[in-house]
């Protein structure tokens, strides 16, 4: 199959191929960067949701969690960690997370630990609302379930 | 050897190898607190020894393709490397950077390496793979750039050939693509949307540029084919890359944000995406078939073909398996896709590096007609022993990823992810059993470069 394919050949398919692939790719990036504001609602993205974001990196939480189904597959997703433990409800969530940021690590021997960030109450507070903005992203349906 | 600076990639090598030992080993710890949570800890958090097994192997796949290029460029450009000086003050300069990095990881709490290390001033750090602090990131950028430098001098000067178009289009792209690392947009899906340029199309694009490059340069010199037939090959390697990867990280854009037309191009383009894999089969194979000598360095071309064979496999099969959106659905970030990163990081570019220094070493050691058939046979030996290692680690993996499917994600008798993980203990003790078999190949390997030359 191969025989009838010269060098010439491959290479304007080389320059040709990944030419037109290229400019496609950046024309649906320029409208995908148009897109992602809408579909993440970043008229919702409070300086709260940004310092939390800051915090979810300056504390490398996506070393052990997945976010968006990206990240590490040691400890739970938590896209929806917002609807799995504070039922979709910002009161329940954010007692939730003010009680489970403070008792790490939990003390059953052997189970996967999450470590003490000793984070202040506004922290955790930040990390909430960060996580409560993921949960709304449009992310096409994903997760498929409540347990991520 | 036919250069004096080709002598520059031996350190290269050598300490691209001794990284590699110290990935595999803190792989098996991170094997072993999966199982046993308070092995470590609070020492060593998981998120730690992540860390340091990721960018251990990002850091010495970048020794690994340094040492690469300045081994085949002189003989490619058929000139001496342009400085020499600057191969060899890049090296220290990168190994002190590399290993300051990784003992902040492992001394300093991460947050506080944050503060230390200048992050508030231009956040880029606790994204996963692109952990390193701001210095170290800049440092990269410095060696890169050092080495494009030397790079392009040496091309400048002496004779041009598709093999080196192709390596420095690749480097190239992994200098600009890397630079996306210092974009951190506040918005987390745009952060994430850019973050998979340097991801991605380093690994599926420009990387698979640098990747043909090496594999056509060993293939010449073992099989002696003549270049014209060569250069097809990898031409048309390169062509079917560039068509299927680049629109092929819309698979990384189905369920994070991205608008809905990714479900369908990222589909599409990356179901292509197996083909140049593919291809280095294909191309390993005729090449072997149709060589015009019998290079006395068997184990090289063993190689070349283990990496064509194990890329196809990582990178294309269990690729592939993931890679359509409804599939994806339902594996989108479970250790099915922990086994794929294995098996294709491995069989495409650990597999690579192994093919040059396995082709390379034994010339800059003065065996210009390769090692004897001892070590041969001892590298033989390893070379089973990684392969098999890492495919059994694979399919541990890829059975726990079924089951953590099942178990959390279909139907309506779902159980939670830490009570499935926990169900999965046994086939977690499975894959580190098989980690344990990789690290015994390495050592093996290891030892080939010891065994003695025999009285001829
Ligand atoms: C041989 C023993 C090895 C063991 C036991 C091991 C174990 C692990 C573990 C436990 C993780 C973390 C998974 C998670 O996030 O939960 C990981 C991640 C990773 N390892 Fe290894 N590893 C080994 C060798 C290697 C080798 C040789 C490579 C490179 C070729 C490699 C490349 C990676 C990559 C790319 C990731 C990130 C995966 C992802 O995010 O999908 N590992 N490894
Ligand atoms: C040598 C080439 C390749 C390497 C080194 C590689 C490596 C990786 C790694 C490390 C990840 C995990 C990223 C993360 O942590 O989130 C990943 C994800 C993925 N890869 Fe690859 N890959 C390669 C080629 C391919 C190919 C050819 C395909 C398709 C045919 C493919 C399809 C995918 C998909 C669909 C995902 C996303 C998985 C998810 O949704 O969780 N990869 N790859
Ligand atoms: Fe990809």
Redo the contacts between chains.
């Keep these: 199959m191969t025989e009838r394919i010269t060098k010439s050949m491959a290479k304007n398919i080389y320059y040709g191929g990944g030419t037109f692939a290229l400019l496609i790719f950046l024309a649906l990036t320029f409208d995908t960067v148009h897109q992602i504001p809408k579909r993440s609602n970043q008229q919702n993205m409070t300086e709260n949701v940004v310092a939390g974001k800051k915090l979810w990196e300056d504390n490398n939480c996506v070393g052990c969690h997945t976010i968006v189904g990206e990240g590490a597959y040691y400890a739970p997703e938590l896209m929806n960690v917002f609807q799995r433990r504070g039922g979709a409800d910002e009161g329940t969530f954010k007692a939730y997370m003010q009680s489970w940021m403070a008792a790490q690590p939990l003390d059953t021997p052997n189970r996967r630990k999450m470590p003490q960030f000793n984070l202040s109450k506004e922290e955790v507070d930040s990390l909430s609302d960060f996580l409560i903005w993921t949960s709304k992203v449009n992310a096409n349906e994903w997760p498929p379930t409540i347990e991520g | 050897m036919k250069y004096t600076s080709q002598m520059v990639a031996k350190p290269y090598f050598i300490f691209a190898l001794i990284l590699l030992a110290g990935e595999i080993l803190f792989g098996l710890l991170m094997a072993v607190?999966?199982l046993?949570?308070?092995f470590l800890?609070?020492l060593i958090?998981?998120?730690?020894l992540?860390?340091v097994h990721t960018n251990l192997l990002i850091v010495l796949l970048l020794f690994g393709f340094m040492g690469a290029t300045y081994y085949l460029i002189p003989e490619e450009t058929e000139t001496e490397l342009w400085s020499p000086k600057l191969a060899i003050i890049t090296f220290w300069v990168f190994l002190v950077a590399g290993v300051a990095t990784i003992l902040g990881y492992l001394f300093v709490p991460?947050?506080e390496l944050?503060e230390l290390t200048f992050?508030n001033l231009l956040?880029t750090?606790?994204?996963?793979f692109l952990?390193q602090p701001l210095p170290t990131k800049v440092g990269i950028v410095l060696v890169v750039l050092s080495y494009l430098l030397n790079v392009i001098m040496t091309i400048v000067k002496g004779r041009k050939t598709v093999i080196t178009t192709v390596l420095i289009t690749g480097l190239l792209g992994l200098a600009v693509f890397f630079l996306f690392a210092f974009y951190v947009p506040?918005?987390?899906?745009?952060?994430?949307?850019f973050w998979w340029f340097t991801v991605h199309l380093w690994v599926e694009a420009t990387w698979e540029l640098i990747l043909g490059a090496i594999l056509a340069f060993v293939l010449i010199k073992v099989t002696g084919v003549d270049r014209?037939h060569i250069?097809?090959?990898l031409?048309?390697i390169?062509?079917m890359t560039?068509?299927s990867g680049?629109?092929g990280?819309?698979h990384h854009?189905?369920?994070?944000?991205?608008?809905?037309?990714?479900?369908w191009?990222g589909s599409i383009?990356s179901a292509v995406e197996p083909l140049p894999f593919f291809l280095m089969i294909?191309f390993a194979y005729?090449m072997t078939r149709e060589r015009k000598i019998q290079h006395d360095n068997k184990i090289a071309l063993t190689w070349a073909k283990g990496t064509a064979v194990m890329g196809f496999l990582g990178a294309g099969v269990w690729g592939f398996f993931h890679t359509l959106a409804p599939v994806n659905?339902?594996t989108?970030?479970?250790?099915l896709?922990?086994a794929h990163g294995h098996l294709s990081f491995y069989g495409a570019y650990i597999m690579i590096v192994f093919t040059m220094v396995s082709y390379a070493m034994p010339i800059l050691r003065g065996r210009p007609h390769g090692n004897s058939q001892k070590a041969q046979k001892v590298e033989l030996t390893s070379f089973w022993m990684m392969n098999i290692g890492m495919i059994g680690l694979t399919l541990a993996l890829s059975i726990a990823g079924i089951v953590q499917i099942l178990?959390?994600?279909v139907g309506t008798e779902?159980?939670?992810?830490?009570e499935s993980?926990e169900s999965l203990a046994g086939i977690f003790m499975v894959r580190a059993g098989f980690g344990v078999l990789v690290l015994a190949g390495l050592l093996t390997y290891f030892y080939s470069f010891f065994v003695k030359e025999e009285a001829k």
């Design positions: 607190q999966y046993y949570g308070d800890f609070p958090p998981f998120n730690v992540r860390m991460y947050a944050t992050n956040p750090m606790g994204r996963e952990e506040d918005n987390l899906i745009m952060d994430k949307f014209e250069d097809k090959w031409y048309l390169i062509a560039m068509v680049i629109l990280t819309g854009f189905f369920y994070m944000g991205a608008p809905e037309y990714w479900l191009v383009a294909l005729t659905m339902f989108h970030g479970t250790q896709t922990a178990d959390q994600r779902l159980i939670g992810f830490m993980q």
